[in-house]
């Protein structure tokens, strides 16, 4: 070992990123703008998720209980009427609604049973536990009030999936539709790159060729081999890690379709950024991991800190995930205007993408 | 516009930033001739083929392509064009290169004859990354060959390539000029102009002189042609 020819291959390396400004640049300057995402994003005055109760009591109990869920600073309380409860978790208004039912405070003072019926919507990971917690706390500090040996014996139903959902079947909902994302654009990205530094797309255009007979062609391409991994994605998670499925599997399918088309041009639009395959590679913390973060994979969209859902909703992501945990936990169908508008948006993007690809090819190359 | 000529370039600038790559050069490649452009690198030859294919958008004048204004996209179909760098796809085999640059030029492409021209017959099922520097220069020759173009460009289509092989590929520039294919090759290399029906002369964007070999040489008052480049170019620098 010679430490002069291992100090040659240092400094040669750190030259090397001296001249390319932009390595250095994502090196430092990423993981700030992600750790901060991160941080604002689960520190950052996150919004509670909104609660309804419905106090039908006849006695005093279910009044003390609403007051002090009302304190609460997990949840975001609102008084609402037993009947509208369904209706307001369907359209995402609510993420639960708690009722005291009429003979609430007799069966405290007859039996020491606390039963308040516990309506969950179900499909939202991590919003559960702070509906549950803010119930405990309420019941913990009634208990230490009244000095009582009360049981908590709550009637839990869900709206959509169950107690048997955990979070695989929440996450594998998402990442069906991530992986292929992700991939699939890694892929175009770097092989438009290739085209270019080997030469090959000056020769395309130089042919007769038309941009977006180029753009196609590659779409259709990736396409295909997207939808073969979305083939295989999809059965690995629903027959070996039997992810919960209550949708229609040709949906699913349907939404990775738009999904590989939306990564596909994106990276071709993408490209036009980047001079090297390795600066390309540098999208995905860029591109990726933000869509990671705000899509709502990890932390629902509602949840997030306000200006961080304006974000959360340009994303196609948002609206992919959205939309495949729709079909697969709930069931949704194309007659849910819920769906349809995820559909729309992601079919949008796709078509925003494609132009974009098409605009851009022209200037890469002189 | 008629045919008269298979290239027509008509007083054409072009800059980058502050670098005049092409200076007002007008320059006529006639029909089924081989037209060599002569100039050391940086001179604009690059960049002149790239405006006669409608890679580059001059910033004035004209480009004609076989009776076409360009760009248009159209005409590219009985254009072939080689690139400096072996342009080819090296995770496919020499045929798969052959037949997509054959596709996308609209012509079934008649490959077999290709591979002949250029002595690749027997590596046709190899992939083109386990092809030594000569074999992908040879096959990106037979990628600019392989629709039957019209007109051919050639933008060095030498370099790296031994002097074997450049008699070889000189040797089909000729059968297919005889066979009523214009061509316009760059080239440094002063050997290479002779061939030449016509040579013209560039540096810093411009056209310094033109003619045959015989007529430049003339010109210079010299018989060797890369004094009397080298002799043009100095006048032009003065």
């Known amino acids: 070992m010679s430490a002069h020819r291992i100090a040659a291959i240092t400094r040669r390396l750190l030259q090397q990123f001296r001249h390319?400004?932009?390595?250095?640049?994502?090196?430092?300057?990423?993981?700030?703008?992600?750790?901060?995402?991160?941080?604002?994003?689960?520190?950052g005055g996150a919004s509670a998720p909104g609660v309804g109760i419905a106090n039908e009591d006849q006695g005093p109990v279910g009044a003390t209980l609403a007051s002090a869920l009302e304190k609460s600073t997990k949840i975001h309380t609102v008084i609402i009427n037993p009947a509208d409860g369904e209706t307001?978790?369907?359209?995402?208004?609510?993420?639960?609604?708690?009722v005291f039912p009429p003979d609430f405070s007799q069966l405290v003072i007859q039996q020491q049973v606390i039963a308040p019926e516990i309506h969950l919507e179900g499909s939202q990971p991590g919003t559960q536990a702070p509906v549950l917690q803010a119930l405990q706390d309420a019941l913990t500090s009634f208990a230490a009030a009244s000095q009582a040996a009360v049981k908590f014996q709550p009637n839990v139903s869900y709206l959509y999936g169950g107690p048997n959902l955990d979070q695989l079947d929440y996450f594998g909902a998402a990442f069906i539709g991530l992986i292929l994302f992700f991939l699939v654009f890694v892929v175009t990205i770097v092989s438009f790159l290739r085209e270019r530094s080997q030469g090959t797309?000056?020769?395309l255009m130089a042919s007769p060729l038309r941009r977006g007979e180029i753009v196609v062609g590659y779409m259709i391409g990736f396409t295909i081999l997207a939808l073969v991994q979305a083939v295989e994605v999809l059965v690995f998670s629903l027959y070996v890690l039997k992810v919960h499925n209550q949708g229609n599997v040709l949906l699913i399918f349907g939404f990775e379709v738009l999904m590989a088309l939306s990564a596909v041009n994106l990276g071709i639009f993408l490209s036009m950024f980047a001079r090297t395959e390795f600066q390309a590679v540098q999208f995905i913390p860029l591109v990726i991991v933000p869509q990671v973060l705000l899509s709502g994979i990890l932390f629902p969209v509602s949840t997030e800190p306000t200006p961080l859902q304006y974000i959360s909703d340009v994303l196609p992501l948002t609206y992919a995930v959205n939309g495949l945990r729709d079909v697969m936990l709930k069931g949704a169908d194309l007659t849910w205007p819920a769906l349809q508008l995820d559909a729309g948006v992601v079919a949008g993007f796709c078509l925003l993408l494609i132009f974009a690809g098409i605009g851009t090819l022209r200037r890469r190359i002189a | 516009m008629s045919e008269a000529f298979a290239v027509d370039v008509d007083n054409v600038v072009k800059s980058f930033g502050t670098l005049r790559a092409l200076d007002g050069i007008t320059l006529r490649v006639r029909q089924g001739e081989i037209y060599g452009l002569l100039g050391p690198n940086g001179s604009g030859k690059t960049?002149?083929?790239?405006?006669?294919?409608?890679?580059?958008?001059?910033?004035?004048?004209?480009?004609?392509?076989?009776?076409?204004?360009m760009p248009d996209l159209n005409i590219l179909s009985s254009v072939g064009y080689m690139t400096q760098a072996a342009a080819l796809y090296p995770d496919l085999s020499v045929e798969e290169n052959l037949r997509f640059f054959a596709a996308i030029s609209g012509a079934d492409g008649n490959v077999t004859e290709v591979l002949k021209?250029?002595?690749?017959e027997a590596r046709r099922k190899s992939v083109v990354s386990t092809l030594s520097g000569g074999m992908r220069q040879r096959c990106s020759l037979a990628c600019a060959l392989v629709h039957h173009p019209r007109l051919l460009l050639l933008d060095e289509p030498t370099v790296g390539v031994d002097p074997q092989?450049?008699?070889?590929?000189?040797?089909?520039?000729?059968?297919?000029?005889?066979?009523?294919?214009?061509?316009?090759?760059?080239?440094?290399?002063?050997?290479?102009?002779?061939?030449?029906?016509?040579?013209?002369?560039?540096?810093?964007?411009?056209?310094?002189g033109e003619g045959s070999p015989a007529e430049i040489r003339a010109a210079a008052g010299t018989n060797n042609l890369e004094e009397a480049f080298l002799k043009l170019s100095g006048r032009a620098s003065e």
């Open chain 2, 47 to 69: 960049t002149l083929i790239r405006a006669i294919v409608g890679l580059v958008a001059p910033d004035s004048g004209n480009v004609s392509v076989l009776g076409h204004r």
């Open chain 1, 20 to 43: 390319d400004r932009r390595t250095l640049a994502l090196l430092f300057v990423a993981p700030l703008v992600i750790l901060s995402l991160l941080g604002y994003l689960i520190r």
């Open chain 1, 88 to 98: 307001k978790l369907k359209d995402g208004s609510l993420v639960a609604y708690i």
């Open chain 1, 201 to 203: 797309l000056e020769r």
């Open chain 2, 117 to 120: 021209t250029v002595e690749l």
């Open chain 2, 165 to 208: 092989l450049r008699v070889q590929f000189w040797e089909h520039f000729r059968d297919m000029a005889a066979a009523g294919t214009t061509i316009l090759v760059s080239s440094h290399v002063m050997d290479e102009a002779e061939r030449c029906q016509r040579l013209g002369l560039i540096r810093f964007g411009k056209l310094l």
